[in-house]
């Protein structure tokens, strides 16, 4: 698909400016956060302007360094799913005076990506129909961090009805709508495809992807996966003391002889949570050890959670809340076993924190994860309690077996850094350019694409 980058290119290449446009951001929570603060950090290190929107209280700008700047656009607080995160609305891009509309007027952007499959969608394909005119015609890319079928199973159905919604509005409408599309994972990505093949045969398809002057070119070249890396410095085995782990058991109100089950995350439907309560609850039931359940993190279904795993015992299952990352770096290093309860996750940064803090792991066998776990440096299980509950024990007993996958999970970590993400993330930026421009034709003619029988091109 991509011709390799030239010298003169790469110098061209790092001129570029990229705007990237979120409803996914805490200024200091969430893997997405994460992913986008390690982003504008590395725009800094190498030079590269990169702006980031994203909802906020009020109108502000942050400026990160001398080369990425944070844009806060004021938004109320999502009606439905978390409604912890504020939504900017499609109204706030499609009249002539809106806010957004005005960033982008006076960033003018080279590349413009989106990662929302909901009320910021419909940038790109405005863009591709002419009503961003003002704005030339910039690169756009849709980035794909959580699958919709999967999102709309947790939230709203889970039947054929949801998934053949996000069928469709997937294959006739995102993939039609942006140049390129880009995954955290391949399971995310795999969401492009079973959309494509469920639309192939599909009128109403074939005509939105003319509306839409779609890109001329077969999508398994317009799609690329770049996982997301971990923080290795700050989680890190290093950070295991008696000390922390004395500070953790007191702050808890835990016995010295607890065995500490780790959860972090959200505690909302699309995390599965039931599971881990389930899981936790028969480990306990058949455990020699004290087992204490510790959860770091909110959502919707906490008041629940709490409520339900009060019954197991006292002081079994404990709410730690939010934790700020060094603290949750002390706690993953100084725990004794991680859950992750999730079959679905689209990645999953929280396992790669625990593995890279030298801490035994468990989690369901498939999903996001897949991307980087191993039977060999984790423990994959069916995502049923009592194989999660067995995995669990084992790993409360020790052994050589923990200790090599222990190991092995620190050799996965070190070779899945937040360093090599970005690096290969800009890197698939620049790709991606490259290759939009020197079959530019095939992405922007209007005309070659009112003629074109799209969905002949879709090779999944």
Excluded at 269 to 290: C, G
Excluded at 306 to 313: E, K, L, N, T, V
Aim: with cysteine; proline share 5%; hydrophobic share 40%.
């Amino acid at each position: 698909m991509f011709t390799s980058i030239t010298t003169a290119a790469a110098n061209v290449l790092s001129s570029i400016r990229s705007v990237h446009i979120t409803n996914y951001y805490h200024r200091s929570s969430g893997g997405i956060s994460t992913s986008y603060n390690n982003l504008l950090a590395a725009a800094g290190r190498l030079g590269r302007r990169m702006d980031l929107i994203v909802p906020g209280e009020k109108e502000s700008v942050e400026q990160v360094n001398d080369y990425a700047t944070i844009y806060y656009v004021p938004a109320k607080y999502s009606p439905v799913f978390d409604k912890r995160y504020r939504i900017m609305m499609p109204w706030q891009y499609m009249a002539g005076d809106s806010v957004i509309r005005r960033i982008l007027l006076e960033l003018e952007p080279d590349i413009i990506e989106v990662t929302d499959k909901y009320t910021l969608s419909f940038i790109g394909p405005m863009i591709r129909i002419g009503k961003f005119k003002r704005i030339g015609r910039p690169m756009l890319v849709h980035f794909s961090c959580e699958r919709m079928d999967d999102n709309i199973g947790s939230f709203l159905s889970e039947g054929r009805l949801g998934k053949w919604f996000a069928r469709r509005l997937m294959g006739e409408y995102l993939l039609p709508g942006y140049d390129f599309h880009i995954a955290n994972s391949d399971y995310t990505a795999g969401e492009f495809f079973d959309a494509a093949n469920a639309v192939s045969h599909s009128r109403v398809a074939r005509k939105m992807w003319r509306l839409l002057r779609a890109p001329m070119i077969p999508l398994s070249e317009r799609v690329a996966v770049c996982p997301r890396g971990v923080d290795a410095v700050q989680f890190t085995p290093e950070r295991r003391s008696a000390a922390a782990r004395q500070q953790i058991i007191r702050e808890a109100g835990l016995p010295e002889s607890a065995k500490i089950v780790l959860y972090a995350g959200r505690i909302s439907p699309e995390k599965n949570v039931p599971l881990l309560l389930d899981a936790f609850r028969t480990a306990n039931e058949r455990s020699q050890h004290d087992l204490r359940l510790l959860v770091a993190g909110d959502g919707p279904l906490a008041d629940k959670f709490f409520a339900d795993g009060a019954a197991i015992g006292e002081r079994k299952v404990i709410r730690l809340g939010h934790l700020d990352k060094a603290s949750l770096a002390d706690t993953y290093a100084n725990a004794d076993i991680f859950v992750h309860p999730n079959p679905r996750e689209p990645f999953g940064i929280a396992p790669l924190e625990a593995m890279a803090s030298g801490l035994p792991t468990v989690a369901p066998n498939g999903g996001g994860i897949l991307s980087y776990a191993t039977n060999d440096n984790i423990w994959l299980c069916d995502p049923e309690p009592e194989a999660f509950a067995s995995a669990i024990l084992e790993i409360a007993d020790g052994g050589e077996k923990v200790e090599h996958k222990v190991a092995r999970a620190l050799d996965t970590a070190r070779a899945n850094t937040r360093e090599r993400s970005t690096e290969n993330l800009i890197a698939t930026y620049d790709r991606l350019w490259q290759d939009f421009n020197e079959r530019r034709s095939l992405y922007t003619d209007a005309e070659l694409s009112a003629g074109f029988d799209h969905l002949r091109s879709i090779d999944a």
